[in-house]
């Protein structure tokens, strides 16, 4: 019963049905939270073990004979450099080991280029007034604050199912050289879970940008993080822009926070020689070194890659269940009404779901006074703007199954009834 056939006196009906199951949810006096994409306790407890790893009895001493209990080594323990390279696909010498967090690395380059020149001789950031940054929509709502406080304008592209539409990209950048930078989140994107096609790689890796100082950044924050048995396959960045005579193009991130802990785990970057000096010289004003001994605790217990990705299968276990229900909740209540459309993605941590066009924060809003909250409307967009207001992004992984099924059940009632709402207006 697809809504778009229904006569307005059916339209009515339903709504009063709907509008009585949603008062039924009231009642229940829910409390729910999915506003973040947090991994949840079971996934927490899983990396536990990693807390007995490092005790007074292990050598603290890396491989190279250096005391990991002291000040030194800027750029990161090199075992931890070469097991990080691994996961983002790059050389361990083209990484820097940060702290705790990528997003923290993000915004210290950011800030870097605003204060120097990545290329010598361009003008730092700073001195652009009309600076612009690509943000890929919808997308990861910290990027779009990291730009939005150091003063850039922010073009919203619009994400196809292969990655951002590479023909509005090349096209911007070719043009304006005032726009300095894009944000990616090349597997499983936050929100739309899409990992960028081979072609869309290969064609950031060609780029041409007006800007010398053009600098794309890479965030792989769901390198490892399948939730489908066949993992999606992310081309290398980096090899492709060294292929394709782009070495300085891309600036790429990681971190384990959701891999051992959020907030606790250990972040990385990785970008070319002559932008890891300028990164450098500002690091070395920064700070002595980041915190080995976490690093060390995270080599003691992932070991090698493979110690990472046999972890990642128990998160998968954890997740598969939580985006099942998800996936089938939109399918059992929402398809055959034809308001809604969603992706169904392999890994990450977000679904995203576009309602009926104008309805987003209604939704968002009745869903809050039932108890159940989500990310705002808008989050996903620069700015908080969603120009059709339908965008919301739904975070399976905190929730435990039966409260995961209550919440969409919340969910798919409200954004029936503000469809209908909406159409009735219409
Ligand atoms: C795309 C993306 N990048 C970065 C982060 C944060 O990473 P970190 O904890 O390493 O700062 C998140 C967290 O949700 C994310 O979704």
């Known amino acids: 019963m697809s809504y778009s056939n229904l006569t307005k006196s059916e339209l009515t009906a339903e709504l009063a049905e709907l509008s009585q199951q949603y008062e039924g949810f009231v009642e229940k006096g829910l409390t729910l939270d999915m506003s973040r994409g947090k991994p ?95 943000c890929p929509v919808p997308g990861y709502d910290r990027h779009f604050s990291v730009t939005g406080y150091f003063g850039f304008e922010m073009i919203p592209v619009p994400m196809t199912a292969e990655g951002p539409d590479m023909d509005i990209v090349e096209e911007l950048v070719k043009n304006d050289a005032s726009i300095k930078g894009i944000w ?120 090698d890659f493979d110690g990472i990705k046999a972890h990642m299968m128990k998160h998968k276990d954890i997740l598969k269940p939580r985006f099942e229900t998800v996936i089938s909740k939109f399918e059992e209540q929402l398809a055959s009404c034809e308001i809604a459309s969603w992706t169904n993605p392999r890994g990450g941590y977000f679904v995203s779901i576009n309602v009926y066009p104008g309805t987003a924060k209604a939704v968002v809003k009745m869903c809050k006074e039932a108890g159940l909250v989500l990310t705002p409307a808008g989050a996903t967009f620069p700015g908080g703007f969603d120009p059709e207001d339908s965008n919301i992004r739904i975070a399976p992984s905190y929730p435990p199954v039966e409260e995961l099924k209550m919440a969409m059940d919340v969910f798919c009632t409200c954004v029936r009834i503000c469809a209908i709402q909406k159409i009735l207006s219409e």
């Not at 009895?57 to 209990?69: E, I, P, Q, T």
């Not at 800027?74 to 820097?96: F, H, N, T, W, Y």
């Not at 970057?269 to 080995?292: C, H, L, P, W």
Request: glycine share 6%; charged share 20%; with cysteine.
């Open 184 to 303: 990616c989140v090349p597997k499983y994107a936050n929100p739309t879970g899409i990992t960028y096609s081979d072609e869309t790689v290969r064609r950031f890796a060609c780029l041409q940008p007006a800007a010398k100082d053009f600098r794309i950044m890479w965030d792989d924050a769901y390198c490892v993080h399948d939730i489908a048995d066949e993992g999606d396959k992310l081309l290398s960045l980096m090899d492709e822009c060294e292929k394709a005579g782009n070495p300085d193009l891309p600036i790429i991130f990681c971190s384990t926070s959701k891999v051992s802990f959020p907030g606790s785990g250990v972040a990385a970057m990785a970008t070319s020689e002559n932008n890891m000096k300028v990164f450098k010289a500002r690091y070395t004003n920064q700070t002595i070194g980041f915190d080995k001994l976490n690093m060390l605790r995270h080599l003691l217990f992932f070991k």
């Open 40 to 134: 949840c306790t079971e996934q927490l407890d899983i990396c536990l073990p990693m807390l007995d790893v490092l005790n007074s009895s292990v050598s603290c001493k890396s491989a190279n004979g250096f005391d990991l209990r002291n000040y030194g080594i800027l750029d990161g323990i090199p075992e931890c450099k070469a097991l990080m390279s691994q996961l983002i696909q790059v050389r361990p010498e083209q990484v820097m080991i940060g702290g705790n967090s990528s997003l923290n690395m993000m915004f210290d380059a950011i800030a870097c280029m605003m204060t120097t020149p990545i290329v010598e001789g361009a003008t730092p950031w700073f001195n652009v007034p009309d600076r612009k940054f690509l």
